[in-house]
């Protein structure tokens, strides 16, 4: 069966750090671009960073840059996002996806979701 | 908020057709083609139509999406109660390098 499962998620203070993992089974993952997506109580979808196949691109959303880190372990078949300098705002149920390049990238597989709750 | 615009709410009765609209802009729409999500609440999204237009494997024909310029359509047709949820198109943006998710639209199946 075809599965993503986030872990990781936890209640931090603001300006802390923490480390998102998403274990992938099921499909060849060194196939595929990954990506993060939050979602903020209450709120609708934001996509948050991808990475490619190899690890060799990345790409962020403006408002992480410089705090969040996408990275890859294609030998574990992992995804993580590595959460720095934390804020209220970066609360949310945050979603690891896989991108379908048959479907022009979109993300056909997703996770269960994890919660990030910044707060003091 | 976001660079693409979707009505907050739609609605319709079963067996009716309704269709949600997502507006945007040359550096998205305008020049890349938009997928649409469903999401139940309290579970995690649905790819929808993949493509502008294409349906993965296992998902009904009642549901059909559409493109033209800056803007994209989702149509469901023979409404159901199991459609209520939320819809969000979402397309790749050149000048932002990034994909952007409309707001998002709740459906209500009265």
């Known amino acids: 069966e075809v599965q993503l499962v986030e872990s990781g998620g936890d209640l931090v203070q603001p300006g802390g750090s923490l480390r998102l993992s998403c274990a992938a089974s099921?499909?060849?993952?060194?196939?595929?671009?990954m990506t993060w997506v939050r979602q903020a109580p209450g709120k609708g979808l934001e996509w948050v960073a991808n990475?490619?196949?190899?690890?060799?691109?990345?790409y962020y959303v403006d408002s992480v840059k410089g705090r969040f880190t996408i990275s890859r372990d294609n030998a574990k078949n992992s995804l993580y996002l590595q959460m720095h300098s934390l804020r209220a705002e970066d609360t949310a149920v945050y979603y690891c996806a896989r991108q379908e390049t048959s479907y022009s990238y979109a993300f056909d597989i997703w996770g269960q979701g994890t919660m990030v709750t910044v707060s003091s | 908020q976001s660079v693409v615009t979707q009505p907050p709410s739609a609605s319709g009765t079963p067996g009716q057709r309704v269709t949600i609209s997502c507006s945007g802009s040359?550096?998205?729409?305008?020049?890349?083609?938009v997928n649409w999500y469903q999401q139940v609440p309290g579970t995690a999204p649905k790819l929808l139509i993949y493509?502008?237009?294409q349906r993965p494997s296992g998902v009904p024909d009642r549901f059909s999406g559409s493109k033209s310029g800056t803007s994209a359509s989702l149509a469901i047709s023979g409404l159901q109660s199991e459609d209520e949820a939320d819809y969000y198109c979402?397309?790749?943006?050149?000048?932002?390098?990034?994909?952007?998710f409309g707001g998002g639209t709740k459906l209500t199946v009265l």
């Open positions: 040359s550096s998205n729409i305008g020049s890349n083609t």
């Open positions: 979402a397309p790749w943006d050149a000048s932002l390098n990034g994909w952007v």
């Open positions: 493509n502008n237009n």
């Open positions: 099921g499909f060849t993952f060194s196939n595929y671009w």
């Open positions: 990475i490619k196949k190899d690890g060799s691109e990345k």
